[in-house]
């Protein structure tokens, strides 16, 4: 069960404070009780609204360990936008680290929610009785990111506790876990490239996770100085974060960084080779993946790779296909590959596959058959693989 992993350090990258294993696991339970004595209870559904901070990690857990489904929130939403994510995922409790905007609790309360507060505390000790089990199944839900519908349809993509730790497996076996031993997040953690890989991955498998405000611009013009004051080896981001960091923030001096992750946007081979020669990290890879696959599901670990425009490496605990169709009215296992270096449709096979989009069985049949996922990207494959 994922609640049973050994979780590394948390700390905040500008405040300083920090966590250790054994706080956190104290919280934690703390926090299981509590939201236990609001009502939750198994496969119930949280909101939590109050991403990229110790707490949201904290609930995190707690979540998980009453057999529970988070979903991470965008805090910075309207009532409006969050009664229509609402209206789809029936959450149970919505979380906030601060007091909810104007109208929101009366809003989520009209759709039978529970506001609570991340400072609410607990009255009674703690005790292991108090603490339900972990999940019962790897087959739980376990997390429920929204990749588009605040204002119109509500788009959630299902992941179980077996395909985020199948993700997390292929991760570990193609890249190590050595060069995370201190990770830096400066991305949104209700996105799966920000929370499932860049936080998640290296945090559940014992190594440090600072946290900091995504997109927050006094933090990239500061970028260099941050890496070095917490040596940070690892951290990835997105092609605009990186053009706003090279324009004004000044390299790390300390040379800590050993390995630096690119995805979510195509990333080109001039942007590429500014980042290897700002970072001066042994490794800058350009990462691959969909929230639907849980985020990095390929990415340069090929050896000897050079910047190159849309160059994205291999499958990393999957397999790729580039196939002339990228529907799903025929088997894409009968469907006609394309030879090397010629053009099609991006299919992918994974243990790490969505259980699907939320109470959207229509949506998930345009995208998936026979256990293989359409992304719709056009890419090739070239005489190397």
């Known amino acids: 069960m994922l609640v049973t992993h050994s979780p590394g350090r948390l700390v905040e990258a500008l405040g300083g404070r920090a966590w250790e294993p054994a706080e956190i696991f104290n919280r934690c339970r703390s926090r299981a009780a509590y939201f236990a004595r609001c009502g939750l209870g198994s496969h119930d559904r949280v909101f939590l609204h109050h991403g990229n ?24 939403l309207t009532p409006f936008e969050v009664t229509t994510l609402a209206q789809a995922a029936k959450p149970k409790l919505s979380v906030w680290k601060d007091s909810p905007p104007d109208g929101m609790t009366q809003a989520l309360s009209g759709l039978g929610v529970d506001v609570v507060d991340v400072a609410d505390e ?24 929204f990749t588009s519908g605040t204002t119109g349809e509500p788009k959630g993509v299902v992941l179980t506790h077996r395909s985020l730790g199948a993700r997390w497996n292929s991760l570990r076996a193609a890249l190590g876990i050595d ?17 499932i890989c860049n936080c998640l991955f290296p945090w559940l498998c014992g190594q440090d996770l600072y946290v900091s405000p995504p997109f927050r611009a006094d933090i990239l013009v500061g970028l260099g100085k941050v ?3 917490h040596a940070i080896t690892f951290l990835s ?19 800590s960084l050993v ?19 700002w970072s001066r990290a042994r490794e800058v890879m350009n990462a691959y993946g969909t929230t639907e696959t849980g985020s990095w599901l390929a990415g340069t670990t090929v050896a000897d790779a050079t910047p190159e425009d849309g160059l994205i490496g291999e499958a990393w605990g999957g397999e790729l296909a580039i196939l002339r169709t990228g529907e799903t009215g ?6 006609d590959r394309c030879k090397p270096g010629e053009p099609g449709y991006v299919w992918i096979n994974t243990p790490a596959l969505m259980k699907g989009y939320l109470g959207r069985d229509d949506l998930t049949a345009e995208v998936v058959s026979d256990g293989w996922i359409s992304t719709r990207d056009i890419g090739s494959i070239d005489e190397r693989g």
């Open 53 to 76: 901070t110790l707490e949201f990690f904290i609930d995190l857990l707690a979540v998980w360990r009453l057999g529970a489904c988070a979903v991470p929130v965008d805090g910075r």
């Open 122 to 145: 607990v009255a009674a000790s703690t005790t292991q009785r108090d603490l339900p089990s972990s999940p019962s199944s790897l087959d739980d839900d376990a997390l429920i990111l």
């Open 179 to 195: 060069a995370f031993r201190r990770t830096l997040c400066l991305l949104p953690t209700h996105f799966g490239h920000g929370l």
């Open 227 to 229: 890496i070095d004051w």
């Open 237 to 255: 981001s997105v092609p605009t974060v990186w053009r706003l960091a090279l324009k004004t923030a000044k390299p790390p001096e300390g040379g």
């Open 259 to 277: 390995r630096v992750f690119c995805g979510s946007a195509p990333l080109s081979g001039d942007l590429w080779r500014s980042v290897q020669q």
């Open 330 to 335: 025929a088997s894409p296992l009968s469907a």
